[in-house]
């Protein structure tokens, strides 16, 4: 079991919903359906805070997580199979890479104790700013690359 409070919720869960949804939308190339999209988004923030306060063993909880949007996007956003399952593996993926590339950065930090950081719930919502950031600049250039693509198709 993850052991989560409500302050990383806010700090942490919430973002990361919104950004988990917005990378199925730009992954899948849908158009974003703005109502639809902050609705799916509370959802997914929501459902993910709550896995994580299961006591199962650390990883389901993203395994269960990953289904619950792939089921989300395609039931409630009206994105297809092949591409909903698609971008939402690449959105978790993409945060995981950026979750370390972030630890990375920070490690060499002589300031900052990650061990005693990761033990305060604002501080470790805090530290993972970074990779929040890092995450959403991916899915935003790859979202005005494709934009930009498509328009000189057109």
Request: aromatic share 12%.
């Amino acid at each position: 079991m993850l052991q989560i409070q409500p302050i990383e919720f806010l700090l942490r869960g919430l973002p990361e919903g919104f950004i988990y949804i917005l990378a199925v939308y730009v992954f899948s190339g849908t158009r974003l359906d703005k109502k639809r999209y902050v609705i799916s988004s509370l959802s997914a923030s929501v459902f993910i805070y709550i896995i994580r306060l299961l006591p199962i063993v650390f990883g389901v909880h993203t395994i269960i997580s990953i289904i619950f949007i792939m089921l989300l996007s395609i039931n409630y956003n009206k994105i297809y199979l092949a591409k909903a399952v698609k971008s939402t593996i690449i959105a978790f993926i993409l945060q995981y890479l950026s979750e370390a590339i972030n630890m990375i950065i920070l490690k060499p930090i002589p300031n900052i104790d990650l061990d005693k950081a990761f033990n305060d719930p604002v501080s470790k919502s805090l530290i993972g700013i970074p990779s929040l950031i890092i995450t959403i600049t991916v899915i935003l250039l790859y979202y005005f690359y494709n934009k930009k693509v498509d328009a000189r198709n057109v």
